[in-house]
């Protein structure tokens, strides 16, 4: 039987680098401001932009007429990027539950809600949520859904329903935060939240990790994330990089989930070819570009051995919290 919590409270993070996302910046804090179940704060965290840092904070800063919760402004103090820049917020978050969401995306108003409901009702340690795919232009035919994880989105294979998963996914996600804290924060700058999950289900069990999709938020996905290019190059470098947070992670690290998508991805391109033999285009281009992310995988995977074996990869990130 599922332990029983009492209702979280939460706080809700944004981290942003850019003044290119500025519009898209303001659209993700203005959804977080109208959730159904206000966040305690929302933390905006700079990442290394002193020009985008004074317009955050004249925005959104002290003195500044803002709707719901208040919003506290500051620069990430560490080096890297977006696993640092979320333990910088981290350090700041003074509720039950911290929920991540990425500057690009845009919240359902019930996303919140949603999530911290799931802490309620299953005693979860770690709960993400649904990051639908928000196109900038028509998603091209060749594209499979079941590779909408190169631009971190949910991907046909993931649960329907809510259920335990192996891996979150950053854009929308949340944690306990003494639980965060305990696993020293995050550990990787690009594989932030796998590195999250691995710890978290090593900590408390696999079923402590639950996947919402009821909570959702829409995910911007820019154009040249629709490319042939962006595919194959993502599907490469994400599973180079991959090997050296595993081996960060020690005895929580481990491939499952990748050879488990990559099991399924067989069964799926066999349906594919046979709609595509019945005069389905786009099935055969997808089960086309399905073979060759899943080969791109490898070769990435391969080289990021030989860069671990080597010394040629750096470490994912200096430090976790409990270091700082």
């Known amino acids: 039987m599922a332990v029983q919590?009492?209702?979280?409270?939460a706080d809700v993070v944004i981290c942003s680098y850019t003044a290119d996302r500025w519009d898209l910046l303001v659209r993700a804090v203005a959804s977080v401001q109208t959730q159904t179940v206000a966040p305690s704060t929302i933390l905006l965290c700079i990442d290394h932009n002193d020009d985008l840092l004074a317009r955050a904070r004249a925005t959104w800063g002290p003195g500044t007429d803002q709707p719901g919760p208040p919003v506290e402004v500051f620069?990430?103090?560490?080096?890297?990027?977006?696993?640092?820049?979320?333990?910088?917020?981290?350090?700041?978050?003074?509720?039950?539950?911290?929920?991540?969401?990425?500057?690009?995306?845009?919240?359902?108003?019930?996303?919140?809600?949603?999530?911290?409901?799931?802490?309620?009702?299953?005693?979860?340690?770690?709960?993400?949520g649904a990051p639908l795919p928000n196109h900038q232009v028509p998603r091209p035919g060749w594209f499979p859904h079941e590779f909408d994880w190169v631009f971190g989105c949910h991907y046909a294979g993931l649960p329907e329903t809510r259920g335990p998963v192996r891996h979150l996914i950053g854009a929308s996600m949340s944690v306990r935060v003494d639980a965060l804290r305990a696993v020293?924060?995050?550990?990787?700058?690009?594989?932030?939240?796998?590195?999250?999950?691995?710890?978290?289900?090593?900590?408390h069990g696999p079923a402590a990790v639950v996947y919402e999709p009821k909570a959702r938020i829409y995910h911007v996905v820019h154009p040249e994330r629709l490319t042939w290019d962006y595919f194959w190059r993502r599907c490469y470098t994400i599973n180079r990089g991959k090997v050296r947070a595993f081996a960060d992670m020690g005895a929580a690290g481990n491939i499952r989930a990748e050879l488990e998508f990559a099991r399924d991805m067989v069964g799926r391109v066999a349906r594919k070819v046979l709609r595509a033999l019945r005069g389905d285009r786009d099935a055969g281009r997808q089960a086309a570009a399905i073979v060759g992310g899943l080969a791109a995988a490898a070769v990435g995977h391969l080289r990021g051995r030989l860069d671990l074996r080597t010394g040629r990869l750096p470490a994912s990130l200096t430090v976790g919290l409990e270091e700082r």
Do not use: C, Q
């Open 184 to 203: 020293g924060g995050f550990h990787s700058d690009k594989h932030d939240d796998m590195d999250l999950s691995h710890r978290i289900a090593a900590a």
């Open 75 to 128: 620069p990430n103090r560490f080096a890297g990027r977006l696993g640092s820049a979320r333990n910088t917020a981290v350090e700041r978050v003074t509720a039950d539950v911290v929920a991540f969401l990425d500057d690009d995306a845009e919240a359902d108003p019930t996303w919140l809600e949603t999530l911290l409901t799931v802490y309620a009702e299953d005693g979860a340690v770690a709960v993400g």
């Open 5 to 9: 919590h009492r209702t979280a409270l």
